[in-house]
């Protein structure tokens, strides 16, 4: 049994090994030549939670900020005006970001519930905000903020 142990041991370290030296480039190409990890290929269901400061207002999606300050789309514009004073600011929204509700047992239980086999947090969304502290995001995290 230890034999058997000792070289399903050394096997894996061969194979890991092996994807430790692989070397890819920076081009779609090259990246699409990775092997799907076989939990992955068979899980069938995943989720990908985006959660973050545009939680806040729950207006829209994740991508608030610019459908109210870059397009300026109307109903987002209006939206602000009608519950938010005037001269606010999206990293005003930061500190309410809270999680106060956080509840992981029930997401646990509804994620399981679904069949998912996987869960992703999207921790870092295109406007900077990290779920996480980071040197390169300061006072612009949940940590410093929120």
Same mark, same amino acid.
């Given at each position: 049994?230890?034999?058997?142990?000792?070289?399903?041991?050394?096997?894996?370290?061969?194979?890991?090994?092996?994807?430790?030296?692989? /070397?890819?480039?920076?081009?779609?190409?090259?990246?699409?030549? &990775? +092997?799907?990890? %076989?939990?992955? =290929?068979? #899980?069938?269901?995943?989720?990908?939670?985006?959660?973050?400061?545009?939680?806040?207002?729950?207006?829209?999606?994740?991508?608030?900020?610019?459908?109210?300050?870059?397009?300026?789309? /109307?109903?987002?514009?209006?939206?602000?005006?009608?519950?938010? &004073? +005037?001269?606010? %600011?999206?990293? =005003?929204? #930061?500190?309410?970001?809270?999680?106060?509700?956080?509840?992981?047992?029930?997401?646990?239980?509804?994620?399981?519930?679904?069949?998912?086999?996987?869960?992703?947090?999207?921790?870092?969304?295109?406007?900077?905000?990290?779920?996480?502290?980071?040197?390169?995001?300061?006072?612009?995290?949940?940590?410093?903020?929120?």
């Amino acid at each position: 049994r230890a034999s058997m142990t000792r070289l399903v041991f050394i096997v894996a370290s061969l194979a890991l090994l092996g994807l430790a030296n692989t /070397q890819y480039q920076p081009t779609w190409e090259s990246l699409d030549t &990775r +092997p799907l990890p %076989t939990w992955y =290929d068979g #899980a069938k269901i995943g989720i990908f939670i985006h959660w973050g400061v545009f939680s806040v207002p729950s207006f829209g999606s994740e991508w608030f900020w610019e459908d109210w300050q870059g397009s300026q789309s /109307q109903s987002y514009v209006e939206f602000m005006q009608k519950n938010y &004073r +005037p001269n606010f %600011t999206y990293p =005003d929204f #930061a500190p309410m970001f809270t999680a106060e509700f956080y509840n992981p047992e029930e997401w646990a239980s509804i994620f399981e519930a679904s069949g998912a086999r996987y869960v992703v947090l999207t921790s870092k969304h295109h406007e900077g905000f990290t779920n996480w502290p980071s040197r390169y995001s300061w006072n612009w995290n949940s940590m410093d903020v929120g």
